[in-house]
């Protein structure tokens, strides 16, 4: 409580108590966090208190449930639909959250350079952001689609038969993560720019008179000075990545051939929880998702001291 | 001192505000009072009929106005989200019930049973189809008033036979004679499909099971039919259809529905429900190059029935309003709205013929043909546990990846492990 100092400095000498409390900056303090954690509080800690106990639980309908120790782990550890279901949502983590960061890079790169049209382009990369997940996997169901499809359409200009991105089970995924990836690009791609407008000037003009070219600037000069903003976006987009949902229920769906090799942990949870009512089970599978987070973070928050630079 | 007085009164006037708020959503008993009814359904082209007939009800109940509520029941959404409501205490005053998953809300005490309503005759179950008013009995208490029902007929596109030069489908037709037809009308050079044979249950392959004289579930709803020979052959008359490439593909069904297909003319003929009269009538391409004519006979003729009914949340604030609401939704009145709008056949006897008459350029009669030989949804408990496997095993024998007779043996195992499991 370091800021409590700064009101003990005020004149104590009459005051009562309960003025003390009302004239110190922690209280105040207190009070302006107050709305946000209480809906931390609500809506985010409660909750996961709730499911690590509902993972130990069986539901009927209607929200009657019992306790029945740890049948839901047992079950969950001896489910191949699951360990399929885990297997994907590595997949699709491998794969998005480092092309994602390669490419949203090199594009801030590009677009931090003084070019016509600069706010069309960023505008560009940035409406993905702001469109609704499900009206993208709409979209790009679409432009996918085996018969009709603008890509397949395209393909078959050039007489190349396009696969079906979205019902063969070897290409679903792969499908989904091109989606995912450039959907992700343009967050990214702000963070990113704001970190290297965060450079000073006076580097790459050292680096200059020292002689080095773009490339060399590029990677000993922009590259370690952005490593904290790497490495926070690299958190937030594999934290992203090993929850993702809606594409996978909006691009694929039940009915689909292809979701056994293409439905991820997110996914499965949703439809054991709220398709089959089997809301213990559902319990389960997020309380392991979340034990799985936290170990990967806390890896990525031992290893950040061997490569992020802080000046 | 002034801070802390200021902070109690503001702390003071935020308690009353709010005590006052909280006491006038409270007192809901009067009838005078002025009243919104939020009603759940999932069908968008039904929303216009129900739409006048809320407001005609609005006409003559100034004071109740009834907000319909749609959500579309793709991937299960609508009973994913009413169950979730149902939990949660927000559930709609009235909402769509139907066959598969009534047993399940009338047992857990979900909605409001309806005996006044009958008693002060607001409500005759005789004014319905009894095999629809037993759907919705549970323990000899009526919870629900039966909407509408459908049945199945095949629709066929004239233009598409008039090219290949095959007669069209008659009242007459057996196996043997669509099988037939499909593979004459198929016409790979244009991508025109015979038929089309999507993975659906109540439109599809439960028709064919029980024109065979194989079943689903036994009577006593206890153990699966699945493994039954006569069963696999209902299901290998559309995977048949597959195989020889006279429908398209289980992945080009994923991409685009059978009725999507049929309505751009790449298909010939389809098994729809009579819920898809009006879509086929108001689509710019089938609306005057398709008829449709009763379901080809197997060993003998078969149809699925069933029927929707509009019933009341146990936990409704206004249950004056909403019994006043419901008996009017299962009124003549009502039913007549919805037969001329041709969007579904209503369940109120004698006014059928409004909906036969509401799209005459179809032969709409065969849907009301088939009655004498529907057999009822078959549903459990838990049906949605059971469809659920229906989707996730049999689409494999769809899509050819493991052979039908396969792929029923291990659904009639997982089918009667989750029937043991209903309590």
């Excluded at chain 2, 009242?171 to 037939?180: G, V």
Aim: aromatic share 14%; hydrophobic share 45%; charged share 15%.
């Amino acid at each position: 409580m370091k800021t409590h100092d700064a009101a003990s400095t005020l004149p104590l000498k009459e005051k009562s108590v309960s003025k003390k409390v009302f004239q110190s900056n922690w209280f105040w303090g207190y009070i302006m966090i107050a709305p946000t954690m209480i809906g931390l509080l609500i809506f985010y800690l409660w909750p996961i208190v709730q499911t690590i106990y509902f993972s130990f639980t069986t539901w009927g309908a209607f929200g009657n449930f019992s306790w029945v120790g740890f049948d839901n782990f047992n079950k969950l550890f001896h489910d191949p639909t699951t360990l399929g279901a885990f297997r994907n949502t590595l997949v699709f983590t491998v794969c998005t959250v480092p092309i994602g960061i390669f490419l949203s890079i090199l594009v801030a790169v590009l677009l931090n350079n003084r070019i016509k049209g600069l706010t069309v382009y960023r505008t560009l990369f940035f409406l993905p952001v702001v469109t609704m997940p499900a009206a993208i996997a709409m979209v790009w169901r679409w432009l996918y689609n085996g018969d009709y499809g603008l890509i397949n359409q395209v393909l078959a200009a050039f007489h190349i038969k396009g696969p079906d991105w979205t019902t063969d089970p070897h290409i679903a995924l792969i499908s989904v993560i091109i989606v995912a990836i450039w959907s992700g690009i343009g967050y990214n791609m702000v963070i990113f720019l704001s970190g290297l407008q965060g450079i000073p000037a006076t580097y790459y003009e050292a680096a200059m008179i020292d002689g080095a070219g773009p490339i060399t600037r590029f990677f000993k000069v922009t590259l370690p000075l952005l490593s904290p903003v790497i490495f926070f976006v690299s958190i937030m987009s594999l934290i992203g990545a090993l929850q993702v949902f809606d594409l996978i229920l909006m691009m694929i769906g039940s009915t689909n051939n292809a979701i056994e090799s293409s439905e991820t942990l997110v996914y499965l949870f949703y439809h054991d929880a709220f398709v089959l009512n089997e809301k213990g089970y559902g319990a389960a599978i997020a309380v392991i998702l979340l034990i799985f987070i936290l170990i990967v973070t806390a890896i990525q928050m031992k290893l950040q001291k061997k490569w992020v630079h802080y000046d | 001192m002034k801070k802390l007085a200021f902070i109690l009164v503001a702390i003071a006037l935020f308690a009353f505000s709010f005590g006052c708020s909280s006491s006038s959503t409270g007192s809901s008993a009067s009838s005078n009072q002025k009243v919104t009814l939020r009603y759940g359904i999932w069908d968008k082209n039904q929303k216009p009929a129900l739409l006048t007939i809320a407001d005609d009800f609005h006409k003559k109940n100034p004071n109740i106005t009834v907000k319909i509520e749609v959500t579309p029941p793709a991937d299960n959404a609508y009973w994913t989200k009413l169950e979730t409501a149902a939990q949660g205490g927000s559930l709609p005053d009235l909402f769509w019930m139907n066959g598969p998953n009534s047993i399940k809300y009338e047992s857990n005490g979900i909605l409001m049973p309806l005996d006044d309503l009958v008693k002060n005759k607001s409500v005759d179950p005789k004014n319905y189809p009894s095999s629809l008013v037993d759907l919705y009995t549970y323990n000899k208490t009526l919870y629900g008033v039966p909407k509408d029902f459908d049945t199945i007929a095949l629709w066929y596109n004239k233009k598409l036979f008039d090219d290949a030069k095959v007669p069209y489908p008659t009242s007459s037709w057996t196996w043997a004679d669509i099988q037939n037809a499909a593979q004459r009308v198929t016409n790979k050079s244009k991508g025109i499909y015979g038929i089309a044979a999507p993975l659906y249950n109540q439109e599809g392959f439960y028709n064919t099971i029980y024109q065979n004289d194989g079943s689903v579930i036994s009577a006593d709803g206890k153990t699966s039919g699945y493994d039954q020979p006569a069963t696999i052959e209902g299901l290998k008359f559309w995977t048949d259809f597959i195989q020889k490439g006279y429908s398209p593909t289980q992945a080009q069904m994923t991409d685009n529905t059978a009725e999507s297909l049929f309505e751009s003319g790449k298909v010939a003929m389809i098994y729809s429900g009579s819920w898809m009269a009006i879509e086929y009538a108001q689509n710019e391409y089938t609306k005057d190059k398709v008829d449709l004519t009763v379901l080809p006979e197997g060993k003998k003729r078969a149809v699925m029935i069933h029927g929707l009914a509009n019933v009341i949340s146990a936990k409704t604030k206004y249950p004056e309003q909403a019994k006043k609401f419901l008996a009017y939704l299962g009124s003549k009145d009502a039913a007549l709205v919805q037969a001329k709008t041709g969007t579904v056949i209503p369940a109120f006897n004698g006014t059928q013929q409004a909906w036969v008459d509401s799209n005459k350029q179809y032969n709409l009669q065969s849907y009301i043909d088939e009655l004498q030989y529907s057999i009822p949804l078959p549903h459990s408990k838990d049906t949605a546990k059971w469809w659920d496997d229906e989707t996730t095993i049999l689409k494999k024998a769809w899509s050819g990846d493991i052979p039908v007779d396969q792929a029923a043996q291990q659904l009639a195992k997982v089918m009667n492990q989750d029937l043991a499991a209903e309590k």
